[in-house]
């Protein structure tokens, strides 16, 4: 873009009065230039001069009292930044890294990977092996898609029931899978899924989900669906929905994008809901809480990105530390205040540190022998 223009495009940006296609414009020519700058910065010089051009605009960027959008402002604050870093280039040769900067670059996001654990107790990790034919067991095939996702195929009459297969990510994975009865399961990090290689001859087809999972579920009328998390079960005939069930947040969220679903409690209970498209159940101790969904957000890591509205820092820390596989640790009283944010899931660590730190927050990252730890300091 001719530097008149991007100055008229960015004006309009900052103002929010440009239209998505110019919007979409100058972030593409953001992320191109962003790149083209960092290819010419050894990586800690480049961080430092992040550092630095984030430091001097902040207060152009200044979040409202009452609430902090970080990344509209972080995203105004960035095309800025690459605008900065051209003036700043020749200057900053012989400037120190930052340490916690420099750190959290080196940080990485998480990527495609799993483990299969097979019937007879056998590990299969997905992210080492050659795409391809696994194995054959129960009248099943099990295949390693060139999209990197498993997938099961019948070949014949299913064998026994107790055929158990369990998929699981660790923190900084995720993967998919195609069952055999075609339903198509997206499992995000720290999470598992269980199921049974005769899934299509059991009178219901159940899977059992730790942690957090997307379903596609073939249509079935014959063979109800039904996904057992703990303390919850939802049925359905085919459907798509999403199932966050990570122990540490306190509650089970089921939202429904298509189709109907039936959520129901599984503790004793004897409580059920059933949710509509665009609808969003909360299993807690109190019960169950059917609210408006927000699909955008609930459906974002499945979409490839991180989203928060409206979050508070603990459950921000929480989504980060499955994602970047890094220990969290506080000191002090943290910031009491919510925030909003949405990125790709494939930015560095530091990207959302720098978010972040628009809205104050500070943090540190000490080194440990069992790996990194991000330390989230008070506020105060």
């Known amino acids: 873009m001719e530097y008149l223009k991007e100055k008229e495009l960015?004006?309009?940006?900052?103002?929010?009065?440009?239209?998505p296609q110019e919007k979409e414009r100058l972030e593409q020519w953001y992320i191109l230039r962003n790149i083209e700058i960092r290819d010419e910065l050894p990586d800690p010089e480049y961080q430092v001069v992040k550092s630095d051009i984030?430091?001097?605009?902040q207060t152009k960027t200044e979040p409202a009292k009452k609430r902090y959008p970080f990344f509209r402002i972080a995203s105004a604050?960035?095309?800025?930044?690459?605008?900065?870093?051209?003036?700043y280039f020749y200057n900053v040769r012989n400037t120190t890294p930052d340490k916690?900067?420099?750190y959290?670059?080196?940080?990485?996001?998480?990527k495609t990977g799993a483990t299969l654990t097979l019937a007879n107790g056998n590990r299969i990790a997905l992210d080492k092996i050659q795409n391809g034919k696994l194995i054959a067991q129960a009248g099943i095939e099990i295949t390693k898609t060139a999209e990197g996702r498993l997938s099961y195929e019948v070949k014949g009459t299913s064998g026994t029931a107790d055929a158990s297969n369990t998929l699981s990510t660790s923190r900084g994975q995720t993967y998919q899978v195609r069952l055999p009865d075609g339903s198509l399961v997206w499992l995000n990090s720290a999470s598992s899924l269980t199921y049974t290689t005769a899934?299509?001859?059991q009178g219901k087809r159940k899977v059992k989900l730790t942690g957090e999972g997307y379903f596609e579920v073939t249509k079935n009328k014959n063979h109800p669906f039904i996904v057992e998390t703990n303390g919850q079960e939802v049925e359905v005939l085919g459907t798509h929905f999403n199932i966050n069930s990570y122990q540490e947040e306190g509650k089970i969220v089921t939202t429904l994008q298509e189709?109907?679903?039936?959520?129901?409690?599984?503790?004793?209970k004897k409580i059920s809901s059933i949710l509509k498209p665009g609808q969003q159940s909360l299993l807690s101790s109190s019960g169950i809480q059917v609210l408006p969904a927000d699909l955008e957000t609930a459906l974002a890591w499945k979409n490839g990105r991180l989203e928060f509205r409206d979050a508070d820092l603990p459950s921000i820390m929480r989504e980060i530390s499955r994602w970047y596989d890094i220990d969290v640790t506080y000191e002090g009283r943290l910031p009491n205040r919510r925030f909003e944010a949405s990125v790709s899931r494939q930015a560095n660590?530091?990207?959302?540190?720098e978010l972040l730190k628009l809205s104050k927050v500070k943090f540190n990252i000490k080194e440990q022998p069992s790996g990194k730890k991000l330390l989230v300091l008070s506020d105060n």
């Open 349 to 353: 660590l530091s990207t959302l540190l």
């Open 104 to 110: 959290a670059s080196k940080i990485n996001p998480g």
């Open 259 to 268: 189709g109907s679903v039936r959520v129901s409690a599984t503790d004793g």
């Open 77 to 87: 604050a960035a095309i800025l930044m690459v605008l900065g870093i051209g003036f």
């Open 54 to 57: 984030w430091e001097s605009i």
């Open 199 to 201: 899934l299509l001859n």
């Open 10 to 19: 960015i004006s309009s940006y900052l103002d929010g009065t440009c239209s």
């Open 100 to 102: 916690t900067t420099y």
